[in-house]
């Protein structure tokens, strides 16, 4: 059974589409456990404790197929593992309000993992708007390990940032439990969507 992602109500919206951007810088904790009983996956928590995604796996070894969801129960995006010369994989996100027939349609972003020979890493190159024909690059960067990373822009401006969650006294949490911040103004089911990916990568989900 595929995983699936449920998102709380996202900010604010209107009546006819929710809001998924943010003008004030956001924060998030990220709880690498599902709420499912011996299911994996994670559950995102905004600033003020309220769950604002689940990831949910029914069947730990599905990771193939992801559905990104609003709060109505509608696709956002649509998350497929590809691979090619049946060795090296990389991820396709479809970008949706309901169905998507990917066979008819190019994705709107691709992830691929950069290979180094001399050690293994998990840095990606994240191609965004590839329907449109207009691309360009996110990088997604591994720091100090599989559960750090940042995500930067063409510019080299940091856009979201993961790391391990400290308290105020400056106590470290265990590893499964992370802090996400987002700058303003960034398509927040994207880099959700982003985060799904890296989480895949790095079997953390």
Known sequence: MAKKVHP???????????????SKRETFTIWMKSLVLNGKGCTVFDSDGHIMYRVDNYNSKSNNEVYLMDFDGGVLFTILKKRYFRLFGFWEGYKSTGKVETNTKRPDFLVRQSFNMLRRNSDCEVILGLDDNHPYNYAMTSLNGKCACKIVDNFGDTVAELKRKEARSGVVFGEDVLSMEVKPCVDLSLVMGLLVVYGLINSLM
């Open 8 to 22: 709380r109500g996202l900010l604010s919206s209107s009546s006819s589409a929710p809001c998924y951007f943010s």
